[in-house]
DNA sequence: CTAGGTCCTAGAGTCGGGTCTAGATCAACA
DNA sequence: TGTTGATCTAGACCCGACTCTAGGACCTAG
């Protein structure tokens, strides 16, 4: 049922210095237990915590942030609505991540489209060409808007 | 026609010190120009170029990928292939992105509709509460999961 | 003429988020 | 018994991507 910091690296897919590095930020639900002898010992909880927490991390939560938010858990109740808002301001934030990331997909797939028809036709010379067009005009290297204008 | 450095900062988003680090680090189509007094010229496909680099950037390309796509195009014809990969491997990167936020948006919305709903009956308390806890269980802070039980 | 604003370069500093090192302790195995 | 291997601490270091500073040039308006 204990688990070691090895495990729980090995397990949450964090390095144990992350995970030594989390809890010197703040960044753990409990403080850490330790055994007698000074070794971390953790719980499927903190796996759980910690399944919660990558989660954040890679949807663009701050440590910061995340301290912020189990602090507040760690008070107890009375300030539900300041986590609520918390977690409203973040999901606000990822859903403008998607959005954008989605324009950027539609912006990449037309231009891998492009890539793709004209390697098909053999007609890549086309594309893009800043030193072919520098004999031509003035301005020796067009956007590299060009690939798409043909 | 021809716009400063400055203009280029405000229409761009960038800061002036980004624009001439970027220039350091390669990342521009072609070789910025230079008034006789040695200050920069920049032109409309300039802009176009930063838009579509921004947008890389805040999809998660490094700048070192960047300088690599560009460089190729500025190699001229021959490496489409590599050029299209370079832009796969993007694309491909921002789908489990996008992937990976969406699930991420389902967990926080649960969180959100668990707060909101407790919130709205007055049952705040029964969320975690890890003070709470200490004084009826050994261990005193149960994982935050324990929100969602209720 | 001078004051303010924009620009230049080289290089130092910052910040977030880790990662790594040194030197020590401890448990288990051959 | 001694060597491995996991752990501990404090603190140094790293990396990417900027950001800022110092010291100087130049331009334009008042």
Redesign the interface.
Known sequence: MDLSIGEVAQRSGLSVHALRFYEREGLF??PVRRLSNGRRVY????L??LA?CT??R??GMSLADIRQY?QL?????GN??E??AL??R??DH??A??R??????E???A??RI??T??ARGE??R??????RATTTP???????A?EAS
């Not at 719980?43 to 903190?46: G, S, T």
């Not at 954008?100 to 997909?105: I, K, N, S």
């Not at 594309?127 to 072919?132: A, D, Q, R, V």
């Open positions: 639900a409990n719980h499927e909880e903190d759980e915590w919660i989660r954040l890679s949807s189990i858990a760690r008070q107890g109740p539900e609505h986590r609520l977690l409203r973040h999901q990822v859903e991540q998607v954008e990331l989605q324009g950027t997909l912006v990449m797939r231009k891998v890539y793709e004209h390697l890549a010379d594309l893009w060409n800043p030193s072919h301005r020796p290297c067009p956007a590299p808007e690939e």
